[in-house]
T-cell receptor
Framework: AQSVTQLDSHVSVSEGTPVLLRCNYS??????LFWYVQHPNKGLQLLLK??????LVKGINGFEAEFKKSETSFHLTKPSAHMSDAAEYFC???????????FGAGTTVTVRA | GAGVSQSPRYKVAKRGQDVALRCDPI?????LFWYQQALGQGPEFLTY????????KSGLPSDRFFAERPEGSVSTLKIQRTQQEDSAVYLC??????????????FGAGSRLTVL
C-alpha cells in the first residue's frame, strides 16, 4: 500500500517569491509520484510526474519537484509565485503497476499582491 | 471531445432520493475512474473500468453505490437512497492506456452532490 502526507495544509506567499510545498510518501515498492493542481470549479490538472527516471522533474508553469528516496520526499517548488498560482495542490502516489492513485489532503496556496 | 465532461455539475438531493451522475470520457480512452472528494480532503478512489469491464469496485462505500459503463465509453455513477454523508464532489477521470501507475489521468470538473 502507498500513501502521501502533505505537511502544510495552507501556504501563503507574496507574488514574486519562491513557493515550497512539502510532501512525504510511503510506498512498499518503487512509486510513481505526481503533483496535481485544482483551481476552483476546474478539473484536476497534472503539473508533473516522476516515474523512476530523472529525480528532478520539471513540470508546467515553472514548477519542479525533486524525488529524494533517502528522505521519502517529493517536494514541489517554484522560484517565483504568480497570482494565477493560487489554487489547491495535491501530492499523489501510485505503484508502478497500480492504477489506483492515493491523494494527499491537499495544500491551499494563496498569493499576496 | 477535448476533455472529460461531467453532468450535472451541481445536484441537490433530499435524503433518500436516488441520483445519477454522468461521465463522458475523452474519446478512445480505455480506462475510466471515479473518485469521491469530500470537503477539504483529497480525492479517494471509488471504482475503475477498462472498456466496459468494471475491474475494481473496492472503493465504493456501500451497496447503495453502483457504477456502469455498458458500451465502454459513457459511464454513470448511481447512488441509491442518498444519505447526508454522500455529499461530496464526484470526479471522473479517463486515460488512454490501461493499468500502470505511470498513467496520466485527465479529470473532469466534477459533479458536486449536496444531500439535504
Amino acid at each position: 500500500a502507498q500513501s502521501v502526507t502533505q505537511l502544510d495544509s495552507h501556504v501563503s506567499v507574496s507574488e514574486g517569491t519562491p513557493v515550497l510545498l512539502r510532501c512525504n510518501y510511503s510506498s512498499s515498492y518503487s512509486p510513481s509520484l505526481f503533483w496535481y493542481v485544482q483551481h476552483p470549479n476546474k478539473g484536476l490538472q497534472l503539473l508533473l510526474k516522476y516515474t523512476s527516471a530523472a529525480t528532478l522533474v520539471k513540470g508546467i508553469n515553472g514548477f519542479e519537484a525533486e524525488f529524494k528516496k533517502s528522505e521519502t520526499s517529493f517536494h514541489l517548488t517554484k522560484p517565483s509565485a504568480h497570482m494565477s498560482d493560487a489554487a489547491e495542490y495535491f501530492c499523489v502516489v501510485s505503484g508502478i503497476n497500480d492504477y489506483k492513485l492515493s491523494f494527499g489532503a491537499g495544500t491551499t496556496v494563496t498569493v499576496r499582491a | 471531445g477535448a476533455g472529460v465532461s461531467q453532468s450535472p455539475r451541481y445536484k441537490v438531493a433530499k435524503r433518500g432520493q436516488d441520483v445519477a451522475l454522468r461521465c463522458d470520457p475523452i474519446s478512445g480512452h480505455v480506462s475510466l475512474f471515479w473518485y469521491q472528494q469530500a470537503l477539504g480532503q483529497g480525492p479517494e478512489f471509488l471504482t475503475y473500468f477498462q472498456n466496459e469491464a468494471q475491474l475494481d469496485k473496492s472503493g465504493l462505500p456501500s451497496d447503495r453505490f453502483f457504477a456502469e459503463r455498458p458500451e465502454g465509453s459513457v459511464s454513470t455513477l448511481k447512488i441509491q437512497r442518498t444519505q447526508q454523508e454522500d455529499s461530496a464532489v464526484y470526479l471522473c477521470a479517463s486515460s488512454l492506456t490501461i493499468r500502470s501507475g505511470a498513467n496520466v489521468l485527465t479529470f473532469g470538473a466534477g459533479s458536486r452532490l449536496t444531500v439535504l
